[in-house]
């Protein structure tokens, strides 16, 4: 090796082994971790606040919107969940389901279950079902309509190969359910909340999303038409982070939701549901993250800002402590995104560099150094999480202070702009299948992390073209992207005529 | 009937039938209802927003006092609830059993529960174990303590009678589990839990509870002490509104949570857990509601004003609307309780006289009627759900906006006080068997809704004499009171010396 190594926090680096890095900015930023239960995780507290910062926006932005929040039970009777034939089949194979209500000693004297129910309870893998048995009951006439719900929720799909937060056999989500009296009503519900979640993305995970049409093979199973954000992760596979759906009637005849329209006759109401999950972190983790761990983005970050106090001599002490906590006042003071900066005193004996480090890792977004020296020249010294770890500078710090809302803004910016740039640089137009192999084939077999990334090509429209991709080199289609002109082109697969680019790639 | 009866909104009174009453009120009031799985609640966004509010001021509350929140599994391995032998005695008869995890097509067609898993899995009755298995992961050393963590969650206890609120299958909680280094602290986070239950029932339920010690019989299973907040509900019985428990070294020998102290040794931390749930809900509405239906404390309520334009004409409509509108925006526009007036405005095309009821009935603490003569006279017609309906009364505009913080404020303690009055009354010291038999006794068979009240009664500290009143007039000791000088007397049942009163109440 020629060039000197920079040494990173995280090892393995996302260059030599990008699944493992995942795992091991999760554990160095104290995010979450695997529990003893199979597939479910233990979200750690500041991974969660990062959760309850992301809810409290979300929530804000469906109240804006008109929903209101409820609560629906976790458990489905198995016969509600008949009720639509694709969505039974869609989630038949990952149900956790309930049988028995009681412990009770078993021969052997070990507790075994008892009191087998009549009929087993699924523990919910999302609600359409059981919300839309309640909404029959509370619409009877278009004067009920629209219903604007939303539900903040646990749900468990059994999942055989679980990795923390994209993949879990538990998760958190948000699960919004909405009925109409007309398909048009409900048809712009989900476009709207479509554009809710690309907006949250862009605007609080800094992180660029491409709005889209899922095709029919990848739809939700019971809906009409599937809507989703598609985000591109740093090894250039796609993550899915959010899906709104149109419904039609599907859901309303299943569960007979039925009202008593306008001109007086009974007519099945339009039903929409949307969400997004805790997945949402890995998401930002997978943007945003470096070798040297998470990096939060600012408007979503569970602190913003660390002081850390250099105590060098117990002399000195004191009067380090008194400015930083005149200085942690003076910040808690300042805004940022509505309300206030949300700062840690990080005052534990232990070697500045090494709690720095801990902090870079945990991905806060202002590091604040004071030592005697600061306090003597009244400044502060300063790292920004965006920027290498020893990039740091010393500022006034009456000036730093008046300036940390546009320093987190300027952060929050600058992982947005990087974000962008590099999903441009790996998105490209493909016209022939030959380019298509290519681009989604390793160059160098020792890099697996290399995935191609967003590849924009002509589709048929065809279910086979699709399918042939994904057997043969693990692609699917992502979306056909929402508001593009439509440009006429030949599928890439098999050469047909095709009224648009669609979005391929390798995807989590 | 002599006397003209007033007519009420909500049919029966709470002195015709109390419990259909208290369901009487959860519907007029859209809180909740019954869902189509057994035992399992639908709290409807009207409710949902109460506990909203309640979960909110706690959490704040929770983080004053230096804790955080995280999330745990929902699935709890049968073996884990086992390791603690009565906290599992007492949780088996009541557990939801999952035991396989997919549906396939049986014999029939039919879709049966497939994929059996090795070992059932709970879901959590409440968390213990499961997070003293995680926090057994976390405590190396000393420098490890305390974990003070709180846990917003769904719980599942199978219950075989329920009712809204109050008992029911699925509920919604909050859990703190802490981890100690010294007895005296784990003891000392038991007692400081307590006191913020007690504080937040006085200062945002508004509802008065004693505090204090429950006995060993009514202990949660595996705890060394449990205290509790009890409240006395309209009908003279009591509520248990909220639990903290000292739980000594038991769960962390369960669980293995073992640290090397400060000399060097490895020692059992020691814990502490408590909560409160759903079950505030239907603690409020029998503490406040009447028989015009729910009465919200104005620091938990999910609106506090309630705008109704008075619109006869046409002529008048956009004049009352947009003197309406501009209320509404000076409400807003004002604090109450550290936040922003929270306001609606009905414009719904329906009879005024209707709208006022249904706002009655949902309990918002403020109504303010709007037409044509009160814009003429720049004022408003204000109605407090404090008072009788019919008593309202006329206020120029700007005062009743400049006092909106005072009103609300007024109301909260207007509330405080008629509770704490009523306990008062129902409350007695009772010294013999006869007085104490007397009490619990209904005088008129014809009227099942009364219960006594609180007996303050020496009692020796005796299983047996506990048992005893239990089975005669299903009566239990609901604690031992913190806080009271001692007072030697004899036990009221069988005459032992006895060092202090205890409560004595029949319970919910």
Not at 22 to 48: H, N
Not at 347 to 358: M, P
Not at 369 to 397: C, L
Request: overall charge negative; proline content about 5%.
């Amino acid at each position: 090796m020629t060039a000197k190594q920079e040494q990173t926090a995280i090892t393995p680096t996302r260059a030599q082994d990008y699944p493992e890095w995942y795992q091991q900015v999760i554990r160095a930023a104290d995010l979450a971790e695997t529990s003893p239960v199979r597939g479910c995780m233990v979200i750690k507290p500041w991974g969660f606040s990062l959760w309850e910062n992301i809810r409290a926006a979300l929530d804000r932005m469906f109240r804006e919107t008109g929903h209101v929040n409820a609560y629906f039970p976790l458990f489905i009777p198995l016969s509600f969940l008949e009720k639509e034939a694709e969505h039974v089949e869609g989630f038949a194979k990952e149900c956790a389901v309930v049988t028995h209500h009681r412990l009770e000693a078993g021969p052997d004297g070990k507790l075994v279950p008892a009191g087998e129910l009549e009929e087993p309870l699924v523990v919910r893998p999302t609600s359409e079902t059981i919300i839309g048995a309640t909404y029959a009951k509370w619409v009877q006439s278009y004067r009920d309509l629209p219903l604007l719900i939303n539900q903040w929720a646990n749900v468990v799909r059994w999942e055989m190969r679980t990795r923390l937060f994209l993949r879990t056999t538990e998760f958190l989500w948000q699960e919004g359910h909405t009925a109409h009296e007309t398909k048009q009503e409900a048809w712009d519900e989900t476009v709207r909340m479509l554009e809710v979640y690309r907006k949250f993305a862009h605007d609080y995970m800094a992180m660029p999303v491409i709005a889209g049409e899922k095709t029919p093979c990848q739809r939700f199973p019971g809906a009409v038409n599937t809507f989703c954000i598609e985000a591109m992760m740093q090894d250039r596979k796609a993550l899915q982070a959010g899906t709104s759906h149109f419904l039609g009637q599907n859901f309303a005849k299943a569960s007979e939701i039925i009202f008593q329209n306008r001109a007086g006759e009974r007519e099945f109401a339009w039903t929409t549901s949307w969400g997004v999950s805790t997945r949402l972190i890995g998401g930002i983790l997978m943007t945003h993250g470096d070798d040297n761990g998470m990096v939060m983005p600012p408007r979503l970050a569970p602190s913003h800002v660390v002081i850390l106090p250099i105590l060098r001599s117990d002399s000195d002490r004191a009067a380090v402590l008194a400015y930083c906590e005149e200085l942690a006042a003076a910040l808690r003071a300042a805004q940022y995104d509505g309300a206030p900066v949300r700062v840690e005193l990080d005052a534990r004996d232990q070697n500045a560099g090494e709690k720095s480090w801990q902090w870079i890792k945990k991905g806060i977004p202002v590091r604040v150094e004071v030592g005697p020296r600061d306090i003597a020249s009244n400044s502060v010294f300063v790292g920004r999480r965006d920027k290498a770890p020893r990039e740091r500078y010393g500022q006034n710090r009456a000036e730093f202070v008046a300036g940390i809302g546009a320093l987190l803004e300027d952060i929050q910016n600058s992982l947005f702009a990087k974000a962008d740039a590099f999903r441009a640089e790996n998105t490209v137009d493909i016209g022939g299948m030959d380019d298509f192999r290519a681009f989604f084939t390793p160059a160098n077999a020792g890099k697996p992390e290399i995935h191609g990334g967003f590849a924009r090509a002509h589709w048929c429209g065809g279910a086979e073209c699709e399918n042939s991709v994904t057997n043969e080199l693990s692609v699917t289609i992502r979306c056909v992207p929402s508001g593009e002109a439509d440009e006429t082109g030949k599928c890439v697969v098999c050469g047909s005529p095709s009224p648009r680019r669609v979005i391929f790639a390798k995807a989590y």
